[in-house]
């Protein structure tokens, strides 16, 4: 149940942010996971909602936005249906994944009176 | 005003961040990373699932390079000392990873194995995880390559099921092959699912029973092994740099 660890790490990133803004509240935080980044959504909402407490973002939102993954053919640029063998057929290389393994934090909405 | 909580009208500011939330792991692997490379070690991480038969590949792989190669491991063993008794006794020098009830390993954890780590002069040091098919594969730990252990009993489209870790292996060992022969396995099946997760598919059938394979298996080591650097050797730790052990990781150390 890494998505537990997943968002230690996260209230730990906004506390940080909070201190370095003066940040009193959090209301919203906005976080971007991709298809094939490993996390399960609802595990990560549970696990959010069971840590946030008595945090810095107690009361916080949550807000995912969830990437679907895409491959491409870095000689030719094709990109490959879900599902495909991933080589280019017509150049014998490799897909490189373009989008789909992100776990990212992107913004946070904080009441901050300083800034 | 504030449609989350109702809380009157509050000054909110929207602060991008826009980073990995593991960051901090991140950057620890890449602190273990530059620990490797300075000794010249070659680190891998073997994954797998419960049973899949890592800790039997590493012993018959201790067995094939005995007097030729130095291994060392740790292992993320969940509650036991099992693994690691069994690999030093096939002759690597190895350690227990006490993860209590975590699913897999992180950067942290393995900075702190190596630290207390008994020997300095392993020439491939691995790092058995924990037995999870989905948590370790999103934790660097400063390896050099993924290595993903699937034995011919868990079935050909494992694969598929957890695209994540095989996407990530640089080599899929697929052990247990002894026992085809009373299976239904089939064996360009699991080729083909592996074609359509891992873009660099690269897989050895191995058996740590008869030790077929063994010889590919680590002739595909020896191929990644970084020249020496003669970093080690003289120290009788190898990680005996006196910096205090709770930082940030960030930084990479200089010989001392
Ligand atoms: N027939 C056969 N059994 C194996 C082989 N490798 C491992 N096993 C068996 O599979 C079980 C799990 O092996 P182990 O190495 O402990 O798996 P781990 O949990 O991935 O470390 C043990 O009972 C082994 O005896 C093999 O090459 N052939
Ligand atoms: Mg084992
Ligand atoms: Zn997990
Ligand atoms: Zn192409
Ligand atoms: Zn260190």
């Given amino acids: 149940m890494h998505e537990y660890s997943i968002v230690a790490s996260l209230i730990d990133r906004v506390q940080q942010e909070a201190v370095a803004h003066g940040g009193t509240r959090v209301h919203r935080l906005h976080v971007k996971i991709g298809e094939l980044a ?26 995912i936005d969830t990437v679907s993954a895409a491959w491409a053919c870095p000689v030719c640029n094709r990109s490959f249906a879900k599902g495909a063998i991933l080589r280019c057929d017509a150049c014998g290389q490799p897909a490189c994944m373009v989008r789909g393994d992100e776990i990212i934090l992107e913004r946070i909405e904080m009441e901050a009176p300083d800034v | 005003m504030c449609e989350t909580c109702g809380c009157g009208d509050p000054e909110i500011v929207p602060i991008e961040v826009q980073a990995r939330i593991l960051s901090d792991n991140d950057a620890q692997a890449a602190h273990n990373r530059s620990h490797f490379e300075h000794l010249g070690v070659l680190a891998i991480n073997l994954m797998g699932s419960p049973g899949a038969g890592k800790t039997a590949v590493l012993e018959a792989t201790a067995k094939a390079a005995a007097g030729r190669l130095k291994l060392g491991a740790v292992s993320g063993d969940l509650a036991t000392e099992r693994d690691a008794d069994r690999l030093n006794a ?11 009830s975590a699913c897999h390993l992180d950067a942290r954890l393995v900075h702190h194995a190596l630290h207390h780590f008994p020997s300095n002069e392993s020439d491939i040091f691995f790092i058995e995880n924990v037995g999870n098919l989905v948590c370790p594969a999103i934790y660097d730990l400063g390896q050099a390559a993924n290595v993903v252990a699937l034995s011919v009993t868990e079935g050909e489209d494992k694969p598929l099921k957890y695209p994540v870790m095989f996407q990530k292996a ?82 990479p150390h200089e010989p001392h």
């Fill in chain 2, 90 to 100: 096939s002759g690597i020098v190895s350690s227990t990873i006490t993860t209590g």
């Fill in chain 1, 38 to 63: 490993g996390v399960e959504l609802d595990l990560l909402k549970t696990a959010f909602d069971t840590f946030r407490e008595k945090t810095i973002c107690d009361g916080a939102e949550l807000a």
């Fill in chain 2, 170 to 251: 640089d080599l899929v060992l697929l052990t247990k092959v002894d026992l085809i022969p009373h299976l239904d396995f089939d064996v360009a099946a699991v080729e083909d699912a592996l074609s359509r997760v891992m873009p660099e598919a690269r897989m050895l059938k191995v058996s740590a029973r008869t030790g077929e394979g063994i010889d590919a298996w680590l002739k595909w080591l020896e191929e990644r092994r970084p020249p020496r650097t003669g970093h080690r050797g003289h120290h009788d730790h190898h990680h005996a740099h006196d910096h205090p052990h709770e930082h940030a990781g960030d930084h």
